[in-house]
């Protein structure tokens, strides 16, 4: 599966009215520092000290804007 990493601040750069809300994302510990990473299914999975924990997903016309926010390509 591919994904594109980022930290939690690029995160919040690219949430869209109607997928998970900021507050959310902080309530399970999500902070502008974390490693996160969206695979092409919208998902979004943040680093924990031994695994990726799926805390969310994105809707919609995603896979362009995490490339734009994030400044990287799916690998």
């Known amino acids: 599966m591919r994904f594109i990493e980022m930290t939690g601040h690029t995160l919040m750069g690219l949430l869209e ?5 900021s507050e959310e994302l902080h309530r399970v510990g ?15 999975e943040v680093r ?7 805390i969310g997903g994105l809707l919609g016309n995603f896979h362009d804007r995490v490339e734009n926010v994030s400044k990287r390509k799916w690998v």
């Open 17 to 21: 009215p109607g997928e998970v809300s």
């Open 30 to 44: 999500l902070t502008d520092t974390c490693l996160v990473r969206v695979n092409e299914q919208g998902d979004i």
């Open 48 to 54: 924990r000290v031994d695994r990726w924990d799926v």
